[in-house]
């Protein structure tokens, strides 16, 4: 691998690494965003899923009849769904591809969520992370291509004779 391959690689690692952190971001703010809105804060980060927001309002909204475990189930589904997306993460940083574009195209339903309820900043953050994480998944891609082009350089490569081994004495 030449310099320049190095740094292509090295500058599509980064791209890649940096794309895959946003799952953890969006689980991350998720679940700060969830324990807000189910103890009656008025306030949201933008970029948290509208999945754990309908949630937490329908719970919000049962627990004034059914009391607080209507809380407690949404607590419980809120983490579920933010362990989904903190594992997207971890696979995404393990090269699985097939997990970037799964929790991708989950990221989008979710998306779904937010233009149902006109929510205009929220669609925008989404809009803007799937474009980020998109461009993560193509250096992905990229970085794939690279070890595989330098995997086949280094097999092309004639291996150095070995001398031949020495006959023991006896």
Do not use: C
């Not at 691998?1 to 940096?18: G, H, I, T, V």
């Not at 696979?91 to 574009?101: F, G, S, T």
């Not at 474009?131 to 891609?141: C, D, I, K, L, T």
């Amino acid at each position: 691998m030449d310099q320049f391959d190095r740094m292509q690689y090295a500058a599509a690692r980064q791209r890649y690494k940096s794309g895959a952190n946003w799952f953890y971001w969006i689980a991350g703010l998720t679940i700060i965003t969830s324990v807000i809105g189910l103890m009656g804060g008025g306030w949201r980060f933008f970029l948290s899923l509208g999945t754990t927001q309908l949630i937490d309002g329908i719970a919000n909204a049962a627990s004034e009849g059914l009391g607080n475990a209507t809380k407690v189930i949404a607590f419980v589904l809120d983490i579920f769904i933010t362990a989904a997306f903190a594992a997207f993460g971890a696979l995404a940083h393990k090269k699985h591809l097939w997990a970037y574009v799964a929790g991708m195209v989950v990221f989008l339903f979710d998306g779904l969520v937010s233009l149902l309820f006109f929510d205009w900043i929220g669609i925008l953050v989404h809009a803007f992370v799937l474009f980020v994480m998109f461009r993560g998944y193509q250096a992905g891609r990229e970085v794939v291509a690279l070890k595989r082009a330098y995997a086949q350089a280094q097999a092309a490569q004639p291996v150095a004779a070995a001398a031949p081994a020495p006959q023991p004495t006896y």
